[in-house]
């Protein structure tokens, strides 16, 4: 028997996380004890478990707003302290397929691989171009199937996003960036790597443990037989100026950190033309990073 800790992270959307906690009730659980575990993340209203859920569920409120890497560093922690075998991040909003978690489990358990990663669709009605797609494609449009990381530009993208699938994406392989969604990591993997690096506060903190991964010599497996349905900006909104700040900043610490030397020069001057042109948030990241303010940093929620 093998345990699993879920961690799931809640911030102001209790309609996205009781659905997202509705579909895990309903989740194979063979050969597997299965624990979730709630962060609510200082929401505005206090999260409520639903009542006569039939999961095994605990929720943590933190006191403040720790961002995705903080926060979820709290389910990491209870993860190892529990001896769970393997901890889930899971976005709550998402939903999941019944056998997602089965699957994720038996490929995890291959020579040398430290995590794993299923393939994701769009929610239906969350398609970025809801027009495109025939009704009885809908819930079968690609989010992400496998991740791609572009070093010359510093961009990390989604294989496959906006596409019906067709099973062109069909077969187990590493993949060079796993989508912070949805992620599966042996125990020993987050020990080994403290988790999260909570400098980043949100955007680009999976990306980072990725790498760390890897250069622990671990193997991050994508694993499209296993789904898993993502209403896409849940939580921050796509297009945001939350966006603006913390991929501005998150964008120049990755890169600066990881890229090869030709890319960070470019990048340094990519962030000078943002300070002169970029929209407010984006300067303020940029200026954030090079006054090393991390963390939360200078973002003030509900700003213009």
């Known amino acids: 028997m093998k345990r699993v800790v879920i961690s799931i992270l809640h911030f102001n959307t209790p309609k996205e996380t009781t659905e997202c906690l509705n579909s895990l009730v309903k989740i194979e659980k063979k050969d597997l004890e ?25 929720l943590i409120r933190n006191d403040i707003n720790l961002g995705f890497a903080g926060g979820h560093n709290i389910g990491l922690e209870y993860a190892i302290k529990s001896k769970s075998d393997y901890v889930l991040i899971l976005n709550n909003d998402t939903v999941v397929a019944k056998d997602f978690l089965t699957i994720l489990c038996k490929e995890i358990e291959r020579d040398g691989v430290g995590a794993v990663v299923p393939k994701i669709y769009f929610t239906k009605g969350h398609e970025f171009h809801k027009n495109r797609y025939a009704e009885k494609e809908k819930g079968k449009i690609i989010w992400y199937a496998g991740g791609i990381i572009d070093w010359n530009n510093v961009i990390s993208s989604h294989r ?3 596409e019906v699938d067709k099973g062109q994406y069909d077969r187990i392989e590493p993949t060079e960036f796993a989508t912070g969604a949805c992620i599966l990591f042996k125990r020993e993997v987050i020990e080994k790597t403290k ?31 296993s789904i898993v349905w993502h209403n896409n900006a849940g939580s921050s909104g ?9 991929i501005s900043r998150n964008r120049l610490l990755f890169g600066m950190t990881y890229a090869p030397t030709r890319a960070r020069i470019a990048l340094f001057r990519e962030s000078m033309r943002i300070l ?16 090393r303010k991390f963390g939360k940093g200078s973002f003030t929620p509900g700003a213009p």
């Open 195 to 225: 988790g999260f690096d909570e400098k980043y506060f949100l955007y680009y903190e999976d990306g980072d443990l990725n790498i760390r991964i890897k250069r622990l010599g671990y193997t991050i497996l994508y694993v499209p037989q």
């Open 34 to 58: 299965v624990e979730v575990v709630v962060i609510d993340n200082a929401s505005r209203e206090k999260y409520t478990l639903p009542s006569n859920l039939n999961l095994n569920v605990k």
């Open 238 to 246: 796509s297009g945001s100026v939350l966006q603006d700040y913390y």
């Open 276 to 291: 002169i042109h970029g929209r407010k948030w984006q300067k303020i990241g940029v200026r954030d990073y090079y006054l």
């Open 160 to 162: 496959g996003v906006d």
